[in-house]
């Protein structure tokens, strides 16, 4: 999929804006994750299966290019590197922390209690979870470090 829709893709939400497209992608991602989890109860299993990983890809390939370019949006020009920084320690803890965490809820929900579907939601509600996140992150602290980087350019211009 990626291999042969990326630059599609690419070019179809090179037209949004960075925080819609990420959120969105997010969803999608999230609502992979529960269509592949349905795929349990279903004698054609398999064909969700490759269904949910088609739509993963999608938002994979919607999400991801957009990250970047999110933070580098409200990112200060002067502390633009740093931003980035913290961006990729995030994504370094996010796959240490996602690898534990699918562990854990495999071997407990999916093993132990025999319910994978639930494995799949409660991984879709952290994406879900997410997509508010970004948004009340971009509603509340984006705000303020704009507003701050207003004031430095006028105390830097006086």
């Not at 829709?5 to 037209?15: D, E, H, T």
């Not at 992979?32 to 299993?45: C, E, P, R, Y």
């Not at 994978?116 to 509603?139: E, K, Q």
């Amino acid at each position: 999929m990626i291999i042969l829709f990326q630059v599609l893709i690419s070019r179809f939400i090179g037209k949004f804006k960075a925080l819609p497209t990420l959120i969105a992608g997010t969803a999608i991602l999230s609502l992979s994750m529960i269509i592949g989890g349905l795929a349990h109860g279903f004698v054609f299993g398999g064909l969700l299966v490759a269904c949910s990983v088609i739509i993963f890809a999608v938002g994979e390939m919607t999400a991801s290019p957009k990250s970047q370019e999110y933070v580098a949006s409200f990112a200060p020009p002067d502390k633009a590197a740093m931003f980035m920084g913290y961006y990729f320690v995030s994504m370094a803890l996010g796959n240490l922390f996602g690898g534990l965490l699918s562990g854990w809820l495999y071997q407990s929900l999916a093993v132990d209690l025999a319910n994978p579907m639930m494995m799949w939601t409660v991984i879709a509600l952290l994406g879900f979870i997410t997509c508010i996140a970004l948004y009340i992150f971009n509603r509340t602290l984006v705000n303020d470090i704009e507003q701050q980087q207003a004031f430095q350019l006028s105390q830097s211009s006086e």
